[in-house]
Each structure stands twice: as structure tokens, then as C-alpha cells.
């Protein structure tokens, strides 16, 4: 079993910038990648970043630019910095972990962009 659970959501003008983190219950390395999803209400889950066990990075083009997403020396973190934000950003944001094709999910973290 694997357990995700995010933090560093909260409250931020635009402009501002905040920090996720990702925190795994197992070594990263055993995911083919780890991800960043958003959800706003009344929309779909959407892909914002996502890095491969290569340390290859794919970026939504709504945020290339803005965000960067790594991970942690400690092999256990997947970390979202998000830098000039714009009140569309706002949403619940999710980290996800694919392995041999199963998806794993965390409970999110809200992040709200006040203009």
C-alpha cells in the first residue's frame, strides 16, 4: 500500500508564489513517475506537471514558466513550486504516483489565488 499526502496549499495574492510538497510512504523510485493534477470546481482533473524515474519533466502549458516540479534528496518527496500565480490557479491540487499503470492518489491540498 502505498500512502501520498500533500501540504503547502493555502492562501495567496497573485503574484505570490507557494510551495507543495509530496510526501511518499515509500521510496519514490519504485514509481514510473510522480505527478502534480489539479481539480477546480465544476472542472475535471487536469495534469499540471509530472517527472519521470529519469528525472524527465512534462509541464501543462498553462504553467510552463511558473511552475517547477523535483524531487527530494531524501527520495521520499515530490515538491510543486509555484511561482507567479494567477487566480485560475486556484484549485485542489494532487499528487499522483503511476506504477505499471496504477495510479495512486493523495488527498490534496487546497490552493486559492486571491486577485
Known amino acids: 500500500q502505498v500512502q501520498l499526502v500533500e501540504s503547502g496549499g493555502g492562501l495567496v495574492q497573485a503574484g505570490g508564489s507557494l510551495r507543495l510538497s509530496c510526501a511518499a510512504s515509500r521510496t519514490i523510485s519504485i514509481f514510473d513517475s510522480m505527478g502534480w493534477y489539479r481539480q477546480a470546481p465544476g472542472k475535471q482533473r487536469e495534469l499540471v506537471a509530472t517527472?519521470?524515474?529519469?528525472?524527465?519533466?512534462n509541464y501543462a502549458d498553462f504553467v510552463k514558466g511558473r511552475f517547477t516540479i523535483s524531487k527530494g534528496n531524501a527520495n521520499r518527496m515530490v515538491y510543486l513550486q509555484m511561482n507567479s500565480l494567477k487566480p485560475e490557479d486556484t484549485a485542489v491540487y494532487y499528487c499522483?504516483?503511476?506504477?505499471?499503470?496504477?495510479?495512486?492518489w493523495g488527498q490534496g491540498t487546497q490552493v486559492t489565488v486571491s486577485s
Open positions: 517527472i519521470t524515474s529519469g528525472d524527465s519533466t
Open positions: 499522483n504516483a503511476l506504477r505499471q499503470w496504477y495510479n495512486y
